[in-house]
């Protein structure tokens, strides 16, 4: 089993930076793809960035060019770096893994969330 905790959330001004990290516990290196999804209150949960286990990193619209997310291939631990930020980039942010598990001694694709992390951008 794997486990997601999501640090670094917490209050920064328009425009300023945060940098969010997602660490992996359990059976990290079965761990394939990972992504950062948000939630802004009274919204849909949204993806904000995907991390393949190829190294392959695709952005949500509004996360390009302002959001850089990385993977570490040593540990899995993965990072958000946010900049620019804006009003609406106010939510709780969600680190997100999908990983080769076993299931009633079978193998099979498990999918495992963080608790989240709340970020308040202030105007």
């Known amino acids: 089993q794997v486990q997601l905790m999501e640090l670094g959330g917490g209050l920064v001004q328009a425009g300023g930076s945060l940098r969010l990290s997602c660490v992996p516990s359990?059976?990290?290196?079965?761990?394939?793809?990972m992504g950062w999804y948000r939630q802004a209150p009274g919204k849909q949960r949204e993806l904000v960035a995907t991390?393949?286990?190829?190294?392959?990193?695709n952005y949500a619209d509004s996360a390009k060019g302002r959001f850089t997310a990385s993977r570490d291939s040593n540990n899995n631990t993965a990072h958000l770096q946010m900049s620019s930020l804006k009003l609406e980039d106010t939510a709780v942010y969600y680190c997100?893994?999908?990983?080769?598990?076993?299931?009633?001694?079978?193998?099979?694709?498990?999918?495992?969330w963080g608790q989240g992390t709340l970020v308040t951008i202030l105007s």
């Open positions: 991390m393949a286990e190829s190294g392959r990193i």
């Open positions: 997100n893994a999908n990983y080769l598990g076993i299931v009633d001694g079978r193998d099979m694709y498990l999918e495992t």
């Open positions: 359990g059976d990290i290196f079965s761990i394939l793809d």
